[in-house]
């Protein structure tokens, strides 16, 4: 939906609320053109229920507010006597229907000054959890969000098993695009593994009614721009997974804010011309510098001199990513992911005949890299030239040129494309240029023979970019083994990571001693 028809939809709402509240408001002193009033009938009714005003911005926070009009439903009930488990359930199941029936059929009295608590303790609990959830979901959608590492992608900068507090407010926080969700969750709701929003999953279904409940693309103000070589957390542009737990082919049709989450290195910004050569990224005709924390990795096949050659005890010896890619070809062994400072040592291993790089070689076309099309003969470790899109540029456009940039124009920038004879329409008139919209980043693994990335699906709009990876809270080896050297430590910087495990806990219990000091003297003086 448009924000003209979300607005016609609000404007509906407001009168439906009104019809069903008008005489409510009287009854509670108040004036009846008061409930038909878009936002300051919320405000009413807030000091009607005796909640905070405040409660009303959580009323227009998608995803929150699901949460919070249940609640408000209920509590207006609630304020005209009408507080049994029956009229609760009415007041959720009918959707707050049930305030026409008090409106208009009930006879009921205000109770003015309320009391608010919990009757019960089940009663405390429920409205515990309840407001948790709500606080966790507002953290978790526009301030800062959790995330696991569950690939090798980014193998030495980021681990398997790294636990990520993902930072929204450093590109801007982008608003819910899925108006019908589930808080707290991605695109599915664990143990149950079914998708967590309500959405049409066939492109072919993309105008249905599910789809229309589609909030336009908003993002909050951000304090930085993506930076060159800093590392994002984005929604896949090409998804491949159906949800978390199936995958599916390639394109698969999902709102953007419930693509497959993604961490990668943003290697080329808006306006750049980037190239990969031999497996270097050079940006603008120069060899990209990769911050000192990052180590690429490369595949190699490795010749032993004897059978008691043992590959897996190898990779742990030297810190070699990726021990389940080893392959043992007539005594060889393909090794997926070696940096260079493992090579340095591993290479002078007495049991080591030689040590092989595996690169496809230049003009090879390799299947399933972008753009995808017989003109372009680019691979993993040869790829490109190509100019990376910037808002308000404009290029010429002819049909050597198009299979790099239609999918941003048809899916990205919602425009229709035809080809016709030598000609381009674009919305139905012939062009021989096209200016962007949006800008646009490539990101790119750290594991150049073992990561699913921009070479395979293309451009990132900054639509799709969900926030900035700042801080390791936790990270695990497997089950049993914690490193305990990531153990609270920075994303980006320079240098060896400092682990600000002990003083966290040094400050956590300090806190805590500090606490129970007070409350014990709070006790004595009284």
């Known amino acids: 939906m448009t924000w003209t028809e979300w607005f016609i939809a609000g404007l509906i709402i407001q009168i439906v609320h009104g019809l069903g509240t008008w005489k409510l408001y ?8 008061e409930a038909f009033v878009p936002i300051y009938n919320g405000v009413v009714l807030m000091k009607i229920i005796n909640r905070p005003w405040w409660w009303i911005i959580l009323m227009f926070l998608p995803i929150i507010n699901l949460i919070m009009m249940p609640v408000v439903w209920v509590e207006t009930a609630r304020s005209f006597g009408k507080k ?3 009229d609760t359930a009415l007041a959720v199941i009918t959707l707050g229907f049930y305030n026409y029936y008090l409106n208009y059929v009930a006879d009921v009295k205000y109770i003015e000054d309320r009391d608010i608590n919990p009757k019960s303790s089940s009663g405390e609990w429920v409205s515990s959890i309840l407001f948790a959830v709500v606080a966790a979901t507002l953290v978790h959608t526009y301030f800062m969000q959790p995330y696991v590492i569950p690939t090798s992608s980014l193998e030495k900068s980021l681990l398997v098993g790294d636990f990520l507090f993902v930072s929204k407010f450093h590109y801007g926080a982008r ?13 599915t709701i664990p143990l149950l593994k079914t998708k967590s929003y309500i959405a049409d999953d066939k492109r072919e279904n993309a105008s249905s009614w599910k789809n229309k409940l589609q909030f336009p693309y908003f993002r909050l103000p951000g304090f930085q721009k993506i930076k060159r070589n800093e590392i994002v957390v984005f929604n896949q542009p090409a998804d491949t997974m159906f949800h978390m737990y199936k995958p599916a082919d390639r394109y698969y049709y999902k709102p953007v804010d419930k693509k497959t989450n993604l961490v990668k290195r943003c290697v080329g910004l808006p306006g750049d011309s980037l190239e990969v ?3 270097f990224v050079y940006i603008n005709g120069e060899k990209n510098q990769l911050p000192d924390r990052t180590q690429l990795e490369f595949s190699y096949f490795v010749q032993p001199k004897t059978r008691q050659f043992n590959p897996k005890v190898m990779a742990e010896r030297y810190d070699i990513t990726d021990p389940f890619g080893i392959i043992n070809t007539q ?3 393909k090794f997926v992911a070696i940096s260079d400072k493992a090579l340095s040592k591993f290479k002078n291993h007495p049991n080591v005949v030689s040590i092989e790089p595996i690169k496809e070689p230049k003009g090879e076309r390799a299947t399933g890299i972008f753009p995808d099309h017989p003109d372009y003969n680019w691979n993993n470790d040869w790829f490109g030239p190509l100019y990376i899109p910037e808002k308000g540029k404009t290029i010429d456009l002819n049909l050597e040129v198009l299979p790099l940039y239609k999918r941003i124009i048809t899916e990205y920038e919602k425009n229709d494309l035809k080809i016709e004879g030598n000609q381009i329409l674009i919305n139905g008139n012939v062009v021989t240029s096209y200016t962007f919209n949006h800008d646009y980043y490539w990101m790119m693994g750290d594991n150049r023979h073992n990561s699913l990335d921009a070479r395979v699906w293309g451009f990132v709009p900054f639509d799709h970019v969900v926030g900035k990876p700042v801080f390791i809270w936790m990270s695990w080896n497997g089950i049993k083994n914690p490193r305990w050297s990531r153990f609270f430590t920075t994303v980006h910087g320079s240098g060896e990571r400092v682990s600000y495990l002990i003083p966290f806990l040094v400050f956590l219990f300090a806190g805590w001693g500090y606490s129970k000091y007070r409350k014990r003297r709070k006790a004595l003086k009284s």
């Open 331 to 333: 005594n060889t062994y």
């Open 84 to 86: 049994t488990m029956t």
């Open 175 to 187: 608003a819910p695009m899925t108006a019908v969700a589930a808080p707290m969750v991605h695109d």
């Open 277 to 279: 050569r031999n497996g």
């Open 26 to 33: 009287k009854i509670a002193g108040r004036q009846a053109w």
